[in-house]
């Protein structure tokens, strides 16, 4: 596919490491944080090719990961409830919730559907006019403009029996978070290129003056985060702080006004809970008051929810990047893809998925990558 | 979950008074909201994500970028008097080691 395979080019990418060994010369901690980029790297071995001494700390932007339990358990109950059509994309099902997750209820009689895009549960909606349909809105900036239009549209068209589930999340509070927190060692940012498709780079300087820290907005190919990369390392050789974007042709510095305004238009800036890490002000989306009959937290009133987080499971501390995912003792042992103890082992973009798919298993026995940097596949983020 | 792929718009229309486009990714079709890039057209490539285009895909900066990756090195390797690297195995079997 075009413009897939030439920023996956070999004899390219060895150029690129050649600049990044030739330039680092002290250790370095570099956090992607998108989730996307994470897979990326690790399918491609990326982290392996690179100087020892440059690290890269696995980032919290895996939107299916931080979604919190709350949501997820309001999630289960409404999809449970007769009449109700719950719609959704693909990995939420096997994230667990207290107990269990949107599969099992599935398969206990729950009209639960997978969709490639919401505009998809919107036809359900209108096709299905006697049942309510939910859309579980999941997602960072990238997503959140087609739950923003979808919800626009059910407005416009008037269907009634359509709404939104909402746990959107945002990208620069959760930077603004890392660097805030005492254990921190982030020492410059990878920022997601298709974030900033959307949102621009405008968010960006204000982050980088106040903590001092380059942040380098990279795509998702092989060749992208090399270049993201030796951006970053530069800046960080020469004592440098700067925004740069290291993806141009898919992230211009304005990002996408029209996606910007529906977003403004259907949603309004809350505080959040990113499971796993907490609490971080100003960090998710809400739907404005014009558009809270769409609001599916509103329309099924859920109480009594208690939920219950597995005391094994260390996925808040990968999420905050204090930790890599073979680290925790439960990792391919007690939880797999198969049998999760959190969400990072669900997702495709989770850490730990990633750590587990491409045989990480061993913190101790780092092993070259079966073959080098690799033809890129399809993006993420 | 938040895949974003390029595809080249084949032909626009419209559904429900919204626009839309069908999108080519390397063969397979796929019907994709177009009123995020309105002004998208046949041809041109644009990135899609969950069934819509976020943002267009700027082939010049796509060609410049490569352009400059391939640049990469060259004049430290003529100031060098070394020939370009052409094995493409042996600075990654140097990162390795």
Known sequence: MRYLEEFGDPALADRLLEQIHTVTTRPWAIMEVCGGQTHSLIRHGIDQLLPASVEMIHGPGCPVCVTPLEVIDRALEIASRPGVIFCSFGDMLRVPGSGRDLFQVKSTGADVRVVYSPLDALAIARQNPERQVVFFGIGFETTAPANAMTVYQARRQGVRNFSLLVSHVLVPPAIAAIMEAPACRVQAFLAAGHVCSVMGTGQYPDLVRRYRVPIVVTGFEPLDLLEGIRRTVTQLETGRYELDNAYPRAVPAEGNPAAVAMLHEVFAVTDRSWRGIGMIPGSGWRLTEAYRDFDAEARFAVSDLHTVESTECRSGEVLQGLIKPHECAAFGTRCTPRTPLGATMVSAEGACAAYYRYRRLNPHAMSPPARAVTVGGAAHV | ?97
């Open chain 2, 1 to 97: 979950m938040c895949l974003a792929v390029p595809g080249r718009v084949v032909a626009l229309g419209e559904r429900d008074g919204t626009s839309m486009a069908e999108v080519d990714f390397g063969g397979v079709r796929k019907e994709v909201c177009l009123q995020y890039i309105p002004d998208a057209a046949v041809g041109e490539y644009v990135i899609v994500h969950v069934g819509f285009a976020i943002q267009r895909l700027d082939e010049q900066s796509a060609r410049e970028s490569l352009a400059a990756f391939a640049r990469m090195g060259l004049l430290a390797e003529e100031l060098a008097g070394e020939g370009p690297r052409t094995g493409p195995s042996d600075p990654i079997e140097e990162a390795i080691r």
